[in-house]
């Protein structure tokens, strides 16, 4: 069973950064493709950012491009997004989740496995 801990939220004044990291129990982290979603009161879950598994590809949602970094350190199963100008639409609860050995998928309920989530304010 993978499982997933999401921390690093917190609330931040527009324009500052927040870092979230995402560690992931188990042996076989390096095997999975990682996303970042988020899901603000009474919207839809949304994709925010995705890392591949088995090299540097990632991709970004066009709201966050240019402001948000997804990372990942194999060694730490840790998988990392750096979050910069922060502005008010950013306020979600944000989880993480994990998809196997996968291209990077923008939908949801491609990915096997979640975290909690955690949850990020930008006061204006």
């Known amino acids: 069973q993978v499982q997933l801990v999401e921390s690093g939220g917190g609330l931040v004044q527009a324009g500052g950064s927040l870092r979230l990291s995402c560690a992931v129990s188990?042996?076989?982290?390096?095997?999975?493709?990682m996303g970042w979603f988020r899901q603000a009161p009474e919207k839809e879950r949304e994709f925010v950012a995705a890392?591949?598994?088995?090299?540097?590809?990632?991709d970004y949602a066009d709201s966050v491009k240019g402001r948000f970094t997804v990372s990942r350190d194999n060694a730490k199963n840790t998988v990392y997004l750096q979050m910069n100008s922060l502005k008010p639409e950013d306020t979600a609860l944000y989880y993480c989740?994990?998809?196997?050995?996968?291209?990077?998928?923008?939908?949801?309920?491609?990915?096997?496995?979640w975290g909690q989530g955690t949850q990020v304010t930008v006061s204006s």
């Open positions: 188990g042996r076989t982290f390096n095997f999975y493709t």
């Open positions: 989740a994990a998809n196997w050995m996968g291209r990077i998928r923008k939908t949801s309920t491609e990915y096997d496995y």
């Open positions: 890392i591949m598994w088995n090299g540097p590809s990632t």
